[in-house]
């Protein structure tokens, strides 16, 4: 099975735009969920969605926003984005959301 | 609430060496425990994942981490580290189905370095 791809795999922004990052689960998994990794914070939870429902929801601003579509593909959303925005945003699949594969992430730099 | 406690932000060992990476975890329910790895500007790899059954769980590059309820712990082992070992290793845990609550909390990582 092809693993989990997320595209683009690196981005550049200004302050002030928005960004949609996209992923695509391994084929048959029904849940995607999104983290942050950065320098300082280290990795942290975003969001889970599962059959096209947020079904988790990290402790991050509502600039994030992420949905799910009905072949389980995720975008995820940043608007207004701010320097501290600048991280790697992985995204992660599962079947049922217990054993979580990862992609290879999308670097995102804000200028 | 969860949370997972890496000691040693920076391990060094000889090629052949013991590899011996520490993670503690805390949790008001049974928990999942997890082992990735992450090579530079690559995602995070499965090593290994306990759920239940066997406390000893043998993982991928021959990698296993044995949980421990009484300490609290879910060290990660390896009898000889190889060059290709090298890179940093997340400690994560998260909630047993219930509350379908699976996200991951992640400790800081390890960075291992392995010396020829």
């Known amino acids: 099975k092809a693993g989990v791809t997320q595209t683009p795999r690196y981005l550049i922004k200004t302050r002030g735009q928005q960004v949609t990052l996209s992923c695509s689960p391994i084929?048959?998994?029904?849940?995607v969920s999104w983290y942050q990794q950065t320098p300082g914070q280290g990795l942290q939870f975003l969001f889970e969605?599962?059959?096209?429902?947020?079904?988790n929801k990290g402790n991050f601003p509502g600039r994030f926003s992420g949905r799910q579509f009905s072949n389980s593909r995720s975008e995820m959303n940043v608007s207004t984005l701010e320097l501290g925005d600048s991280a790697l945003y992985l995204c992660?699949?599962?079947?049922?959301?217990?054993?979580?594969?990862f992609g290879p992430g999308t670097r995102l730099t804000v200028l | 609430a969860q949370s997972v406690t890496q000691l040693g932000s920076h391990v060094s060992v000889s090629e052949g060496a013991l590899v011996l990476l520490r993670c503690n975890y805390s949790?008001?329910?049974?928990?999942?425990l997890f082992w990735y790895v992450q090579y530079p500007n690559q995602g995070l790899q499965l090593l290994l994942k306990?759920?239940?059954?066997?406390?000893l769980v043998k993982g991928i590059n021959g990698f296993e981490a044995e949980f421990k309820k009484s300490e609290t712990s879910f060290h990660l082992t390896k009898p000889s580290a190889h060059m290709s070992d090298a890179a940093e290793y997340f400690c994560?845990?998260?909630?047993?189905?219930?509350?379908?609550?699976?996200?991951?909390?992640f400790g800081k990582g390890t960075l291992l370095t392995v010396n020829p």
């Open positions: 992660a699949s599962s079947l049922y959301g217990d054993t979580q594969y």
């Open positions: 084929s048959g998994h029904r849940s």
């Open positions: 969605y599962f059959s096209e429902t947020q079904r």
């Open positions: 949790s008001s329910v049974p928990p999942y």
């Open positions: 306990y759920t239940t059954g066997a406390t």
């Open positions: 994560a845990v998260s909630a047993t189905s219930g509350g379908s609550n699976y996200k991951l909390t």
